[in-house]
């Protein structure tokens, strides 16, 4: 299987190429169009700042590449958020994959969110095979909204939000799979597996 992890300059990547690694998946770290195109699948990982990801993005124009790919798409944490159409960390205008906007937790406890939590109302093929008492690990300080036809998956912390998304190829996690132990290694082996 040839699996592509497209390069944006955002932090986290390392751990995503292990993760392959210990599912036997051998994957390319890469900002190249071709090598992306041709890959079976694709995963867009990330820590970092919304703003400055999306202007690497920009200028490869890779922003215009992930809106035309047809494979099965995986986006992680900072990757999930960058799929979304706008976010408040520093007023980005995104990918506008998922109608949603991002938004900053409000100070009522500690910001980030950091830890497990458990994924409720699933409803994918993503999450086949987990059982009810799955935890995700979550490191963020914005949260993609819950939306009626994309969110496939909430989560709560002070308020509830998309834990996952799906529309057409794309999926996407805000906690990091490749950090959540079993649950996480059996996401990316369902993802994988699609």
């Keep these: 299987m040839n699996v592509a992890i497209i390069k944006y300059n955002a932090g986290n990547v390392q751990s995503v190429l292990y993760a392959m690694?210990?599912?036997g998946v051998e994957a390319v770290l890469t900002d190249d169009w071709e090598?992306?195109?041709?890959?079976d699948k694709v995963i867009f990982p990330g820590q970092g700042e919304a703003s400055t990801a999306m202007a690497y993005l920009k200028s490869r124009k890779l922003d215009l590449l992930i809106?035309?790919?047809?494979?099965?798409?995986f986006g992680i944490c900072l990757g999930l958020q960058l799929l979304c159409?706008?976010?408040e960390e520093n007023d980005t205008p995104c990918l506008g994959v998922f109608p949603i906007q991002v938004k900053r937790f409000p100070n009522l406890e500690k910001?980030?969110?950091i830890g497990w939590n458990s994924l409720e109302n699933r409803k994918s093929q993503l999450l086949d095979g987990l059982d009810q008492q799955a935890f995700a690990y979550y490191v963020h300080s914005f949260y993609a909204e819950l939306h009626q036809q994309y969110t496939i998956a909430t989560t709560r912390y002070m308020l509830?939000?998309?834990?996952l998304l799906h529309r057409d190829n794309y999926y996407a996690m805000q906690a990091h799979p490749?950090?959540?132990?079993?649950?996480?290694e059996k996401i990316l082996t369902n993802f994988l597996n699609l």
């Design 35 to 39: 090598t992306i195109q041709k890959a």
């Design 111 to 113: 910001v980030p969110h």
């Design 67 to 73: 809106k035309e790919l047809k494979q099965p798409f």
């Design 21 to 23: 690694e210990r599912l």
């Design 85 to 87: 159409e706008y976010s």
């Design 178 to 184: 490749e950090k959540s132990s079993g649950t996480g």
């Design 160 to 163: 509830d939000f998309s834990a």
